[in-house]
């Protein structure tokens, strides 16, 4: 080989590692092209131009979903300091290659002087302007199931058109600090109709459409089926949502066809007549509320059988009412008392006999104090008693009786009254008591061993 040749090959070799040598330092001291921080350009540029660059950057402080500006908040500094330098010495050790690259990367940091207030206030703005916007997009409707007139169906979803505005947010809390932010443009969508969701919703009503439970109203049975008695029900977050009202209208049937409360009585006298007696405090109900949630309870439940006896109401002494075992003789029974204003007389009945026909004196006609005509009950009785009240011409009275017994709201009931001497057919008219009805004492003995607490009182 010539020696000029050799000379030659030499110099070409220098050349060549110079001109590597100059790269890799270039490449170890500047960014690659199509390298971005924060989204601003820092190809081909060294640290201090980088920090230069990005302390003079402005924040636009925009905000887009998809291809829509939400947020155009003030221009704001981006924080960048000289304290970032090292944050950006790592960046370029991290792109660094052995060749320069064009690959285009964009890299984040959190600028160690970023006023963070602002972009909880970019947030915020963000937030409000999704839900503004959403006032005027299409509501996504789920599917649902529903039970309705015996049927179990699913109602299809419906699509809308709102931004999913809590994904969103989500994502600006994950996305990168920018000047400009673009997100996703994430839409709220329905629950189909083959959800899991939905298929168990489904399920659920499925079950309680083919429940059923019986209800026993004194000796009556009433089978209760969820397809024919619940108008219309649904799921929502794994409960049932119920419209009650048939069970409310199958209640006040039931009522209407067994309950003695408020009634009225064609009543057969101990003389053999016929009166209408209208009920009182004597008499029992179905409580709507109580039957209703018992009844429901028992469908949701596959409850077999449930008593109305707790169900049951009155009014009075006893709030649950009188009665209830009783269903002869309309509800009244064979043991009861009654009191004939227009005869003036009173009979105890015992299991169908009567243990006491007796003249009693009844409320003073003349004054308006009548001893209050309807079926009543026994609220309590006492011996002996003080009874206080007030009638007309006495402001208030006080006397003591061997027996008292109590059958009206008001205070009115039976009590032996040994001052009294004008038991005459017309007394009540004109010398009646103040309501009460006035009893001979030989013959409150007997009345008061015969009655009981409970047991009606019929007056008419």
């Not at 006896?309 to 043991?335: A, E, L, R």
């Not at 709201?409 to 017309?426: E, L, M, P, V």
Request: hydrophobic fraction near 30%; charge should be positive; include cysteine.
């Amino acid at each position: 080989m010539k020696k000029s040749l050799k000379i030659g090959i030499s110099i070409g070799s220098i050349l060549v590692l110079g001109i590597l040598g100059g790269a890799s330092y270039n490449q170890s001291t500047h960014f690659n092209k199509g390298i971005k921080i924060n989204n601003t350009d820092v190809s081909g540029l060294s640290v201090d131009k980088v920090i230069s660059k990005l302390k003079n950057e402005t924040s636009k402080n925009v905000i887009y979903v998809g291809s829509t500006k939400i947020v155009d908040a003030k221009d704001t500094t981006t924080g960048f300091t000289d304290k970032d330098t090292e944050a950006i010495k790592a960046l370029m050790k991290k792109q660094r290659t052995i060749l320069p690259s064009d690959v285009k990367k964009n890299y984040a940091i959190v600028p160690q002087e970023l006023d963070t207030t602002i972009r909880k206030q970019l947030k915020e703005q963000l937030k409000t302007q999704l839900t503004e916007l959403n006032k005027t997009r299409t509501v996504a409707v789920d599917a649902s199931s529903v039970l309705q007139d015996g049927k179990v169906s699913v109602i299809p979803a419906k699509k809308g058109n709102q931004y999913d505005v809590k994904a969103i947010l989500a994502a600006y809390d994950k996305a990168s600090y920018s000047s400009v932010t673009t997100l996703k443009e994430t839409e709220l969508q329905p629950l189909s109709a083959d959800s899991d969701v939905i298929k168990a919703d489904t399920k659920k009503l499925d079950t309680l459409a083919a429940s059923q439970t019986v209800y026993k109203v004194q000796s009556t049975d009433y089978t209760l089926k969820g397809s024919e008695i619940l108008k219309k029900a649904t799921v929502k977050d794994g409960e049932y949502v119920i419209d009650t009202s048939g069970i409310s209208e199958k209640v006040d049937e039931i009522n209407k066809k067994q309950a003695t409360l408020n009634k009225k009585y064609d009543f057969k006298t101990a003389t053999g007549e016929t009166v209408s007696v209208s009920g009182q405090s004597y008499g029992w109900a179905l409580g709507t509320n109580d039957s209703v949630t018992h009844i429901l309870a028992a469908l949701k439940n596959g409850t077999a059988t449930i008593d109305a006896t707790n169900d049951k109401y009155g009014v009075g002494y006893n709030t649950y009412g009188t009665g209830y075992t009783t269903t002869t003789n309309q509800g009244i029974g064979d043991t009861y008392a009654e009191v004939s204003i227009a005869q003036q007389k009173a009979w105890i009945h015992k299991d169908g006999k009567v243990v006491l026909t007796t003249d009693v004196v009844t409320g003073k006609q003349s004054t308006g104090e009548d001893t209050t005509k309807g079926v009543w009950y026994i609220m309590y009785k006492q011996t002996p008693s003080i009874l206080k009240g007030s009638e007309v011409g006495k402001a208030n009275y006080s006397v003591k009786v061997d027996y008292w017994a109590q059958f009206t709201n008001s205070g009115i009931g039976f009590h032996d009254a040994g001052w009294r001497t004008n038991w005459s057919k017309s007394a009540y008219l004109k010398d009646g008591s103040g309501g009460c009805v006035n009893t001979k004492p030989e013959a409150m003995v007997t009345l008061f061993e015969n009655v009981s607490q409970n047991e009606p009182v019929i007056v008419y």
